[in-house]
Structures are given as structure tokens and as C-alpha cells.
């Protein structure tokens, strides 16, 4: 009797194919995940010079000389025609500036008190020397008449 050479059974043949598949299948999302995980970590990497830097200091602003009080108080007025009863109190390097803002009669008035409140009396106020302290209180003593009072510094 001849010996007839044994064939393996198909089923073991697609078993081994399918280990194969899965085998390969997880080592790709591996490596897809590992790409992922280096990718991230490679965002959040924040290098930073090994070499000192020089500091280089600003130039010096050319800053105005404060002037006195009294005529920083007629600049406002003349800049701003609805300020009544403008002060400017200082004791040693501490002003408070104090004024009344009059009721407004039109469009023009609206607009130009807004300019003012929104960075024009701290622009008047540098351009004589002086520095606004914001935010600066502003208090309604009666319909539509505003005081306000602010903290102001010498330069």
C-alpha cells in the first residue's frame, strides 16, 4: 500500500490566515497610535533658547514735564466745553482731579462727551502731564449732570 502524502485540512489554512491578519491588523494600529501619541506630544513640546538673549531696554519716552494744575485745568476746559467746575487738588505726588459734566443739548454733545469719557480727558490730561487712573468714579447728581472723580499722578 502506497503512502499517500496528508494534506492539511483547509480550515487550518484560513485559522493561520486569519491570525496573520489580525496580527498585522494590530501592529498597524499600533503604530497609527504611536504616530498619534508622538504627533500630540510633539505639539506640546515648548523649546527654549540655550543661548542667553540680550535684553535691550526701551528708549526713554519723551514724557512732558507736568505742568501746573491751573493750567492743566483751563486745557481741559478750553479741550472740553461741557466740563464745569474743574479741579485738580494735588498733595506731595497725589492729584484727584474733579469736574461736572453739564446735561448735553444735542447729537454733537453726546458724541463729544463720549469721546471724552472713552480716552480723550486721559489724552488731554497726558499731553499736560498727567496720568489718569481708570477706572474713575462717575456719579449722576441730577437728570443727565454727571461729577466725576479721578486719581490723577504727576509724570
Same mark, same amino acid.
Request: hydrophobic share 50%; glycine share 4%.
Given at each position: 500500500?502506497?503512502?499517500?502524502?496528508?494534506?492539511?485540512?483547509?480550515?487550518?489554512?484560513?485559522?493561520?490566515?486569519?491570525?496573520?491578519?489580525?496580527?498585522?491588523?494590530?501592529?498597524?494600529?499600533?503604530?497609527?497610535?504611536?504616530?498619534?501619541?508622538?504627533?500630540?506630544?510633539? @505639539?506640546?513640546?515648548?523649546?527654549?533658547?540655550? @543661548?542667553?538673549?540680550?535684553?535691550?531696554?526701551?528708549?526713554?519716552?519723551?514724557?512732558?514735564?507736568?505742568?501746573?494744575?491751573?493750567?492743566?485745568?483751563?486745557?481741559?476746559?478750553?479741550?472740553?466745553?461741557?466740563?464745569?467746575?474743574?479741579?485738580?487738588?494735588?498733595?506731595?505726588?497725589?492729584?484727584?482731579?474733579?469736574?461736572? @459734566?453739564?446735561?448735553?443739548?444735542?447729537?454733537?454733545?453726546?458724541?463729544?462727551?463720549?469721546?471724552?469719557?472713552?480716552?480723550?480727558?486721559?489724552?488731554?490730561?497726558?499731553?499736560?502731564?498727567?496720568?489718569?487712573?481708570?477706572?474713575?468714579?462717575?456719579?449722576?447728581?441730577?437728570?443727565?449732570?454727571?461729577?466725576?472723580?479721578?486719581?490723577?499722578?504727576?509724570?
Amino acid at each position: 500500500m502506497p503512502l499517500r502524502p496528508v494534506r492539511p485540512s483547509p480550515s487550518f489554512g484560513w485559522i493561520a490566515a486569519a491570525i496573520m491578519v489580525a496580527l498585522f491588523g494590530a501592529i498597524v494600529v499600533g503604530w497609527r497610535q504611536r504616530q498619534r501619541d508622538v504627533a500630540a506630544t510633539a @505639539i506640546a513640546v515648548v523649546r527654549t533658547p540655550t @543661548i542667553p538673549v540680550a535684553r535691550i531696554r526701551p528708549l526713554p519716552e519723551a514724557r512732558p514735564a507736568a505742568v501746573a494744575p491751573v493750567a492743566a485745568v483751563a486745557h481741559l476746559r478750553t479741550v472740553y466745553p461741557l466740563l464745569s467746575d474743574v479741579t485738580i487738588a494735588c498733595r506731595d505726588d497725589r492729584c484727584t482731579l474733579s469736574a461736572t @459734566i453739564r446735561p448735553v443739548t444735542g447729537q454733537a454733545d453726546l458724541d463729544r462727551r463720549q469721546e471724552m469719557l472713552l480716552g480723550g480727558l486721559a489724552t488731554a490730561l497726558a499731553a499736560d502731564g498727567y496720568r489718569l487712573a481708570v477706572p474713575f468714579q462717575m456719579d449722576e447728581v441730577a437728570d443727565n449732570l454727571f461729577r466725576i472723580r479721578a486719581s490723577v499722578t504727576p509724570r
